[in-house]
């Protein structure tokens, strides 16, 4: 491969399109690939033909790479060679007629609603056997609020630990969230909710830790407030205390059960979409198909007639 092609696109795609040094490596690193593998065959970035580009693609998929990653690959060789031509390093671009293999879709993880009843009722036995130790006590309360908010709103985990203390306070049926682009959302709160952070705050209030936070969830980090990380962490040993799989739940599973839930009893898919904060409601739709899938198992396991064909 040229080097100064190459070098020569990855200066373009830093200055002119922001990329950060890990998708710079990247670009390289599939590049370098491509290019070997056309000097096997004897060709060259400025000579490859559609043919080439399509060997090469079908190799990584009898290499067992899988259909996202041979899409991410073909997405960089369409980028490569769209700067070659218009640069003038050879006169076509053998890439515009090329597809990206099809990825199959992946259906998110959902808790059942008992898994849940169980998780929620783990935290607050954890709360009760907290007490007599203020830091036991305000973790297992922070960690109550934290699972209760989550799963009452389907925030976002980034959104969640960020929540302003104020807007909290102000808080009647619902809080005001700013999502992904600054757009703004009102997320509605339950009950169980709001009396589970308000029990947080008030043990946060009286130990005197973090006065004058903005945050809602204030901790010694550099954001300010608790890191996701974090509560991605005593999320997954609160479920091996559930009893349930740690690499069965994260964040992201919480606020799929409350979107799936909610659409299971009835609800409408565009209030579901507003209150995710999903900008288009084709991203909301995957948890129809979660549905369907559960009513196909549902038939195949439970009805009586079924032959298991």
């Not at 950060?20 to 056309?38: I, M, P, S």
């Not at 009760?128 to 922070?142: Q, V």
């Not at 209760?148 to 929540?163: D, Q």
Request: charged share 25%.
């Amino acid at each position: 491969m040229s080097e100064r092609a190459l070098r020569a696109f990855l200066a373009m795609a830093a200055a002119e399109k922001g990329a950060a040094r890990n998708t710079l490596d990247a670009y390289r690193r599939d590049l370098d690939d491509y290019g070997a593998q056309l000097a096997a065959r004897g060709s060259t970035v400025e000579k490859a033909s559609v043919a080439d580009i399509r060997e090469y693609l079908q190799s990584l998929s009898a290499a067992g790479y899988k259909p996202a990653t041979i899409a991410r690959r073909l997405s960089a060789l369409r980028q490569f060679h769209g700067f070659l031509y218009a640069e003038g390093f050879r006169g076509d671009d053998p890439t515009v007629t090329l597809q990206s293999p099809r990825k199959a879709a992946s259906l998110p993880k959902v808790l059942r609603v008992e898994d849940v009843d169980r998780l929620l009722a783990t935290v607050q036995r954890e709360v009760s056997e907290a007490r007599g130790s203020t830091r036991k006590e305000l973790g297992a309360l922070r960690l109550a609020a934290l699972v209760e908010l989550l799963y009452a709103t389907g925030l976002r985990v980034s959104e969640l630990v960020a929540l302003p203390a104020q807007g909290f306070a102000a808080a009647k049926d619902g809080i005001l969230v700013r999502g992904k682009g600054g757009k703004e959302r009102l997320v509605l709160l339950t009950g169980a909710a709001k009396t589970a952070v308000r029990a947080f705050r008030t043990a946060l209030d009286a130990s005197g830790l973090h006065k004058g936070s903005r945050f809602l969830f204030p901790a010694e980090s550099d954001l300010g407030h608790l890191p996701r990380q974090v509560f991605a962490r005593d999320l997954k040993r609160l479920a091996g205390a559930a009893g349930i799989k740690a690499n069965a739940l994260s964040p992201h599973v919480l606020r799929h059960a409350f979107a799936t839930h909610l659409l299971q009893n009835g609800a409408d898919l565009r209030i579901v979409q507003q209150l995710l904060g999903h900008a288009d409601i084709a991203t909301t739709q995957i948890y129809t198909h979660v549905l369907d899938e559960r009513a196909r198992a549902m038939v195949r396991d439970l009805h009586p007639l079924n032959d298991g064909d």
